[in-house]
């Protein structure tokens, strides 16, 4: 089955400690993207990338850092930097070549600082 | 910078029932694409309907559409025949449609309750 996988699934980390959230597709899409979702707020990009090798901040990406080193993964990494991590995390993909270049999503990630 | 609007935090209505959800949006492009999409309990987030924007025609999908009004900046959800199964949070999003540029604005959504 194609899809994007999520784990964990639920993350629990102790302040001052940096977290790594995996995220892998195998659609074979080119574009990735993190998203943050907090109660009342909707989804914020925390980080998106368009090919291999190459990422662009979003929104909110201040105590965040991402690599983008295959095609299939795009690990988040939540640094202890980041003031109030708590929240869900939802990873999505898209490819480039069609458009309107609709977002698939994973099931995500629930992360709680202790 | 663009900016969606989801005037309506929380609605209910009884199952079969037809129900409206509201979407505002702010942009400055003349070409971009509005979707809606469904995040159940599971909170697995789901396409619900696309709409280009320099396409008149409203979008369907089975009992889901959409009223777009492009000078209003304007982007409603219409679910038809409501069913236990629609109960969600419903988001609006827009997108650019430039290449290289193909980032989500979302909206705060909509929490949807079908009632029995």
């Known amino acids: 089955d194609g899809g994007i996988t999520q784990s964990p699934k639920y993350l629990f980390r102790k302040e001052g400690q940096n977290v790594t959230l995996s995220c892998e597709q195998n659609l074979n899409h080119d574009a990735m993207y993190w998203y943050r979702q907090d109660p009342g707020q909707g989804l914020r990009l925390i980080y998106y990338s368009q090919i291999v090798n190459d990422f662009q901040k979003g929104d909110i990406a201040e105590g965040y850092s991402v690599s983008r080193e295959k095609k299939e993964s795009f690990p988040l990494t939540v640094t202890s930097a980041q003031k109030n991590p708590t929240a869900f995390y939802l990873c999505a993909s898209s490819t480039r070549w069609t458009a309107p270049n609709e977002q698939f999503f994973g099931p995500g990630t629930r992360l709680t600082v202790l | 910078a663009q900016t969606v609007t989801q005037s309506q935090p929380e609605m209910s209505v009884q199952e079969a029932e037809t129900v409206t959800l509201s979407c505002t949006y702010d942009?400055?492009?003349?070409?971009?694409?509005l979707f809606w999409y469904k995040q159940p309990p599971s909170r697995q987030m789901i396409l619900v309907i696309r709409?280009?924007?320099?396409?008149?025609q409203n979008a369907t999908e089975n009992r889901f559409s959409v009223n777009f009004q492009k000078a209003a900046k304007s982007f409603s959800l219409k679910i038809s025949d409501s069913q236990l199964g629609d109960t969600a949070m419903y988001f609006c999003?827009?997108?650019?449609?430039?290449?290289?540029?193909?980032?989500?604005?979302f909206g705060t959504g909509t929490r949807l309750t079908i009632i029995p």
């Open positions: 999003a827009f997108m650019k449609a430039r290449r290289g540029n193909e980032k989500l604005t």
């Open positions: 709409q280009e924007a320099y396409k008149q």
């Open positions: 942009t400055s492009e003349n070409n971009y694409y």
